[in-house]
């Protein structure tokens, strides 16, 4: 069936795998792709489906008030998946307000512009906000999962912010009728993840004999989803999912972030031909997150259950196949190692 999808933050690291997904999956469909190309927007991410039919890329900003309705004008949109958005938390630290606008404003402007542009007739229409589970706040070492009712109590400003506009997102559904689906998930890690998250920096940083830093102890636990698990999840849920519903999705896959790192440095060690133990010299720890989440976990049953999905990957397969495709992609990496980003790392590495 045709249809035009608008896909928002499509050059960034998860958004780079539903466009690809989308592009060539439905060649009936005609995909936007807006993003602003901040500095995680990196169109290198989609050179092989840049030329295709049914693909074409704007840029623009999602807080845009002007630009947004027209562009919903223009092309009279069957569906959203949103996904652009500020989403580094130690970013979220220094500069809240940045994720204020984008996280909460963009998508309330995008929000009311679907409103807009489908009013009298939301039959067969759908907006999709991918959210994250750091909305439910941190668990403790206690075997406890966050599910769908699971309280919203964010810590960080990155996290205020992304639970700030899934009540967005639920009140346009309640007050308006919009057609709305949120999906709340873990960690991703993958191919084309933006170097200033732990899994790629780690990467980078072993293969140049840098220090890998760890924050506090390292205890802190994350549940590490493959990118692209995540993307078939939202393929499901945009197509069978329920209006008005949320879907938890995580890899049932905890790890402490000093294991995680072990694990990691015992894979580089071997594919760069080191001595088993010499990458792992380079684990530093340095100063903690401000209000550091000690843990998250993913309780997946709903969408396993009632829409069939389930993770594909073990998660050292993943982590090896993520090492391969680093060590396979060095262009990309320098892209963005060598312009303004490395300046921007250096200083907050020597600030910790
Ligand atoms: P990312 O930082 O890699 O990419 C974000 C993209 O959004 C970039 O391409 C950027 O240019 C674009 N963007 C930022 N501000 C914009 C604006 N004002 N207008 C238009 N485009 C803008 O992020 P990601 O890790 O791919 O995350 C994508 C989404 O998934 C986010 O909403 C995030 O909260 C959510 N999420 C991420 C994870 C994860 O582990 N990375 C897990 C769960 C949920
Ligand atoms: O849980 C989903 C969230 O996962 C997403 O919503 C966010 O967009 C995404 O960035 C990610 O947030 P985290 O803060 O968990 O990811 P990050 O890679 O920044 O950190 C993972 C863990 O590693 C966390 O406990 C902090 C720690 N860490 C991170 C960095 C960058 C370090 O110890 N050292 C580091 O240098």
Redesign the pocket.
Same mark, same amino acid.
């Given at each position: 069936m045709k249809k035009t999808i608008l896909i %928002?933050?499509?050059?960034? +690291? $998860?958004?780079s795998h539903v466009v690809r997904l989308f592009v060539t999956k439905y060649p009936d469909y005609q995909i936007i792709n =807006?993003?602003? =190309? %901040?500095? @995680?927007?990196?169109l290198e991410n989609l050179n092989d489906v840049a030329d295709a039919q049914n693909y074409k890329f704007v840029k623009?900003? $999602?807080?845009d008030e002007k630009f947004i309705p027209h562009l919903f004008s223009t092309y009279q949109f069957d569906g959203v998946v &949103? =996904? @652009? @958005?500020?989403? &580094?938390v130690d970013r979220s630290i220094t500069d809240p307000f940045a994720f204020i606008? %984008?996280?909460v404003f963009?998508t309330c402007n995008l929000l009311n512009a679907a409103k807009e542009a489908w009013k009298g007739n939301m039959e067969g229409k759908r907006f999709y906000h991918?959210? %994250?589970?750091e909305v439910y706040g941190a668990l403790d070492f206690d075997g406890t999962f966050f599910t769908e009712t699971t309280k919203y109590d964010p810590h960080s400003p990155y996290s205020a912010s992304?639970a700030s506009s899934d009540h967005f997102v639920r009140a346009y559904h309640d007050t308006y009728g919009l057609p709305v689906v949120i999906s709340?998930?873990?960690?991703?890690y993958g191919a084309n &993840? +933006?170097p200033e998250?732990l899994i790629p920096l780690s990467i980078n940083n072993i293969k140049n004999n840098r220090p890998i830093p760890i924050y506090g102890k390292g205890e802190n636990v994350r549940d590490w989803l493959w990118v692209n698990d &995540?993307v078939r999840a939202i393929d499901t849920i945009f197509h069978n999912g329920k209006n008005g519903e949320t879907y938890n999705i995580g890899g049932n896959n905890e790890w402490s972030n000093i294991d995680l790192i072990r694990a990691l440095c015992d894979i580089m060690d071997r594919k760069l031909q080191r001595e088993q133990g010499e990458s792992a010299k380079l684990i530093t720890f340095v100063k903690d997150r401000a209000g550091h989440d000690l843990r998250y976990a993913i309780d997946s049953t709903k969408l396993q259950r009632e829409l069939g999905w389930k993770p594909s990957l073990q998660f050292e397969e993943g982590l090896e196949k993520t090492v391969d495709w680093y060590l396979a992609n060095q262009t990309w990496m320098d892209n963005i190692i060598n312009g303004d980003y490395q300046k921007y790392y250096e200083k907050q590495y020597l600030e910790r």
């Open positions: %928002t933050g499509g050059a960034g +690291f $998860i958004g =807006l993003d602003a =190309l %901040t500095y @995680a927007g990196n623009g900003d $999602i807080t &949103h =996904l @652009a @958005a500020e989403s &580094h606008r %984008t996280n963009g991918v959210s %994250t589970d992304k709340n998930c873990s960690n991703n &993840h +933006f998250k &995540h």
